[in-house]
């Protein structure tokens, strides 16, 4: 008799989930007949064709984008207008950052400088991809640790340890020119794809990758590797798999070095400065990323009187008294000490120098009709390059390293177009006395195209040179101990990102700073 009541009860609770179940099926039909546009596949609005169809063609689109991602280690910078130029006096007389009002559009930028573990785990990489057929690629990446060297000062110490120990993993790599700097960068943004690729199930983890069997973006897109597939996207004309296109809208932009422009708007940070979100204005001026004229913070608390910056403050004097330092470090610091600036980017000013995209010119424009011209992205230093393909319009076959070739735009084509006149524009109104100069003994030319910009101040650098607005520049293939860099992305569609995070990060600044007040 227990063992019926038991079978019984059991029956009964079956049957009770059964018809829950169907109850809970037969709401949610009714909401999808009820909600507009539910169930049906979206159609185009200037053909009517259904998108994602297989009877109605198979034309693709990514219904499911919520906009991009925000890469590892980057912030997004809003775009806005600023005045770019000095924002203190001309100390030096240089007169090569003219005042003048410019529109940056969003871009993602690394909230800290690279730092040795990050260029280590390159130079890994190569050494592991490359290190049997081609040595030269990583011997050319390796950087100059022997900047550290001196006639007069016993720094050899930081020739052996500063790149390699442990303990300064998490400081900023210097050494690096700025042609190593944007080798790392496009080296990055493959592994970066190719790590989402991997985290979405779409590639397996590869590390036999050798020569020019690599994930390369462009090789991939243009379905010259493929790697080990683990599971293909849905093909919606054909049915059958295939690998990640650009349209998909999975991976993400290339890296880069920022434009002096970005860079510049990005360390003053100047979004700190408007009252509230509704403001059309800042309130104030800045002279470095932070507020006020004073390289001390202001503030009635404990970090009262604290230098806010790594940087030399007079006279032998690079980092204070024992007991009572004022920046504790008299090299490079952790790419993550002082505070960061109201866009959450630290050591904008002081630790290291950073190298930025730009060909420098002492004249960044020449007359009003140039800044009007330009005044939206101001950059010098296109090279305008196209991919290299077949007489049936493929690309050709990938170079050794596993990377798609390009040439630079001919001249004669370029003159054809409206838009641009030559493929290598880096002398493109360039008519200041200074960049013809030459040193009488050996011809070397004082500022030249392979002169690039630097900029934020180091920590053997004075104060002066913190300001974003001041500029000095450097060959592009050699290195100094007191110049890193860090990267950026540029913001594909909507200027405001995509999700909360981004503005609560602005408010939490905007707090921040009153609360300073």
Known sequence: ?????????????????????????????????????????????????????????GFEKNTDYEGQETPPNMVLIPGGTFVMGYTEEDVTYDWDNVSRRVTVSSFYMDETEMANIDYREYLYWLQRTYGASYPEVYQDALPDTLVWRDELAFNEPMVETYFRHPSYDEFPVVGVSWKQAG????????RVNEGILIDKGILNPNPEQKDNDVFNTKAYLAGQYQGDVRKGLKDLRTGEERGVRFEDGILLPEFRLPTEAEWEYAALALQGLQENEKDENYTDRRIYPWNGTSVRYQ?????????LAN???????YMGIA??????????????????????????????????LDVYRPLTALTLEDVDNHDLNPFRGNEFKEMVRDENGRPVEKDSLGRLRFEYVDDADAAQRDNYKVGRPLDYLDGDQTSQAYYASDKYTLISDKARVYKGGGWADRAYYLSPGT?????????????????????????????AADENRFKTARKRRRSRR
């Open 1 to 57: 008799m227990l063992y019926l009541s038991a079978h019984s009860q059991f029956c009964q609770l079956g049957r009770d989930t059964m018809k829950n179940i169907f109850r809970t099926l037969t709401l949610l039909c009714v909401v999808a007949l009820l909600l507009p546009g539910c169930g049906k596949k979206e159609r185009s609005s200037t053909t009517g064709w259904k998108y994602n169809d297989q009877e109605w063609g």
């Open 183 to 190: 080798e790392y960068a496009r080296w990055r943004g493959d």
């Open 299 to 307: 503030v009635h608390d404990r970090d009262q009187g604290k230098i």
């Open 311 to 317: 940087f030399k403050r007079g006279r032998g004097d």
């Open 323 to 356: 007991g009572r330092p004022n920046d504790e470090a008299p090299f490079p610091d952790h790419i993550r000490e002082n505070y960061p600036n109201d866009f959450g980017l630290y050591n904008m000013a002081g630790n290291v120098n950073e190298w930025v």
């Open 471 to 499: 500029r000095r520049y450097m060959d592009e293939d050699r290195s100094s101990r007191n110049v890193g860099f860090r990267c950026a992305m540029v913001r594909t569609g909507a200027s405001q990102g995509n999700d």
